[in-house]
């Protein structure tokens, strides 16, 4: 018989992580307390060379990684962007670093 798999429930998350490139070759990852708090920090950034990578709730003593969609609803396109991104390792490119000219 097929075992069937616990549903992972993100309210039962105790603790966030993102991953995230800030203007260097460096990925750096910061822990908060709610998913509120990471999503305002990661609100904050928006101005600044900064990509966010991955995203990790703790749940039942485990990180479980997870994605933020835009809608409820899911359609085929997405799922293929879905699937790749959770497929893929550290593949992304690295913002790259731009000298201002000054004229």
Known sequence: MKKFKKRINIE????FKLEY???????KSKEFNSYKAMEQ?????????????HRYAFVDGNWHRFLKLRS??????????INKTFSEEN????PQ??????N
């Open 12 to 15: 039962n998350a105790t603790n």
């Open 21 to 27: 490139y800030e203007g260097g070759s460096e990925l």
């Open 41 to 53: 920090f990661h609100n904050r950034q928006a101005d600044f060379m900064y990509l966010d990578f």
């Open 72 to 81: 409820p609803f899911v359609f085929k396109e997405e799922l293929d962007f």
């Open 91 to 94: 593949d992304t490119q690295i």
């Open 97 to 102: 670093k731009y000298c201002i000219e000054e």
